[in-house]
């Protein structure tokens, strides 16, 4: 697998990089935008997306547009970083920042796209980014793309990510979302002593480990039984319990019980909503040292909802919707 990796820095006159920024909070915004192709055939793109009568440039702006009011919403405060999966390729993210996010600031992105897929994972940053890298594991997996984010407290470590889906029998797709928290797994421990974040759609549960018996799952809850065996064999170890987080155990907002997190979720399937939209922290989250979490929200933004609550999903046939996804939030704050 063939993998590019984007980093650019915005050198556009609508890039304004020296807005004020909020400088005792640090925000990040993961969204799976659901599908955002620009009109540029590439071959690589859904087929739906293929038909120049059913997507249009001005359907394609439109788009831009919607996400750039998600985004930009007064409620998010201006999120210092954002997180985007499913934009198609770098031309897409230079759009947004272009026509709408570029005057917020927003002047430093990265993606990464693996050869042949439809779709990328992306970091858009008021900030500069120092570096970014992607990490490959076997094929079929998609790319990971970590980059380090300088601020002026501590540097900040985000890995971009999107997991295989669900569709089909959990058996044959568990393995690729596994190997995916393989290759995270080995890859922060490189980065030692930094304040890492995984960011992302995992498509996965915080509880997946006890909804399938007996099958090694890529994200896994402390309180299981062989949590220590699967941490030790790749899989990503979760906690609600602050005095756990550590290099390899990773916290977990939705299983905070002293959180009292009222969400149902970030995406609604079939009528079920699942927590597949996540920001997990390593243990520097709560050292004392630098930034430290403070707290974690689903957006349930009025613009991304329908009026039975659930998110209201992009329809291309109808060109109308958002994303099948809400945003969620993590805010930082300094000492």
Same mark, same amino acid.
């Given at each position: 697998?063939?993998?590019?990796?984007?980093?650019?820095?915005?050198?556009?006159?609508?890039?304004?990089?020296?807005?004020?920024?909020?400088?005792?909070?640090?925000?990040?915004?993961?969204?799976?935008?659901?599908?955002?192709?620009?009109?540029?055939?590439? =071959?690589?793109?859904?087929?739906?997306?293929?038909?120049?009568?059913?997507?249009?440039? *001005?359907?394609?702006?439109?788009? /831009?547009?919607? /996400?750039?009011?998600?985004?930009?919403?007064?409620?998010?405060?201006?999120?210092?970083?954002?997180?985007?999966?499913?934009?198609?390729?770098?031309?897409?993210?230079?759009?947004?920042?272009?026509?709408?996010?570029?005057?917020?600031?927003?002047?430093?992105?990265?993606?990464?796209?693996?050869? =042949?897929?439809?779709?990328? @994972?992306?970091?858009?940053?008021?900030?500069?980014?120092?570096?970014?890298?992607?990490?490959?594991?076997?094929?079929?997996?998609?790319? @990971?793309?970590?980059?380090?984010?300088?601020?002026?407290?501590?540097?900040?470590?985000?890995?971009?990510?999107?997991?295989?889906?669900?569709? =089909?029998?959990?058996?044959?797709?568990? +393995?690729?979302?596994?190997?995916?928290?393989?290759?995270?797994?080995?890859?922060?421990?490189?980065?030692?002593?930094?304040?890492?974040?995984?960011?992302?759609?995992?498509? *996965?549960?915080?509880?997946?480990?006890?909804?399938? @018996?007996?099958?090694?799952?890529?994200? @896994?809850?402390?309180?299981?039984?062989?949590?220590?065996?699967?941490?030790?064999?790749?899989?990503?170890?979760?906690?609600?319990?602050?005095?756990?987080?550590?290099?390899?155990?990773?916290?977990?907002?939705?299983?905070?019980?002293?959180?009292?997190?009222?969400?149902?979720?970030?995406?609604?399937?079939? =009528?079920?909503?699942?927590?597949?939209?996540?920001?997990?922290?390593?243990?520097?989250?709560?050292?004392?040292?630098?930034?430290?979490?403070?707290?974690?929200?689903?957006?349930?933004? +009025?613009?991304?909802?329908?009026?039975?609550?659930? +998110?209201?999903?992009?329809?291309?046939?109808?060109?109308?919707?958002?994303?099948?996804?809400?945003?969620?939030?993590?805010?930082?704050?300094?000492?």
């Amino acid at each position: 697998m063939i993998c590019l990796l984007l980093l650019l820095v915005l050198l556009l006159c609508s890039c304004s990089c020296d807005l004020p920024q909020d400088t005792a909070h640090f925000r990040v915004l993961s969204y799976n935008v659901q599908n955002l192709f620009d009109t540029h055939l590439d =071959g690589t793109e859904y087929a739906e997306y293929q038909d120049s009568k059913a997507w249009s440039q *001005s359907s394609y702006r439109m788009r /831009l547009k919607t /996400l750039s009011q998600v985004v930009l919403h007064a409620r998010l405060n201006l999120p210092d970083v954002l997180v985007l999966q499913e934009v198609e390729n770098q031309q897409v993210v230079e759009d947004l920042l272009q026509y709408h996010l570029g005057r917020h600031g927003y002047c430093w992105f990265a993606s990464a796209k693996a050869e =042949g897929d439809a779709i990328s @994972v992306a970091i858009i940053s008021r900030h500069p980014i120092k570096d970014a890298k992607v990490h490959i594991g076997e094929k079929g997996m998609r790319p @990971v793309l970590e980059a380090t984010v300088e601020t002026r407290r501590d540097d900040v470590v985000l890995f971009a990510l999107h997991a295989k889906s669900q569709i =089909g029998e959990f058996a044959q797709t568990e +393995p690729l979302r596994l190997e995916l928290a393989k290759t995270i797994t080995a890859s922060v421990r490189h980065r030692e002593g930094s304040l890492i974040l995984l960011c992302g759609d995992f498509n *996965s549960n915080p509880s997946a480990v006890w909804e399938h @018996v007996d099958i090694q799952t890529a994200l @896994v809850d402390m309180n299981h039984p062989k949590a220590m065996r699967y941490l030790h064999e790749g899989s990503i170890v979760l906690t609600g319990k602050r005095e756990e987080v550590g290099p390899l155990i990773w916290y977990s907002p939705y299983l905070d019980q002293g959180l009292d997190l009222d969400t149902k979720g970030s995406c609604n399937w079939d =009528g079920s909503w699942h927590k597949y939209d996540q920001i997990l922290g390593n243990g520097h989250l709560f050292d004392r040292r630098g930034w430290e979490f403070s707290s974690f929200a689903v957006c349930d933004l +009025p613009l991304c909802l329908e009026v039975n609550g659930r +998110p209201k999903a992009w329809n291309l046939q109808t060109l109308n919707g958002v994303s099948d996804h809400l945003p969620v939030l993590l805010t930082l704050s300094g000492p």
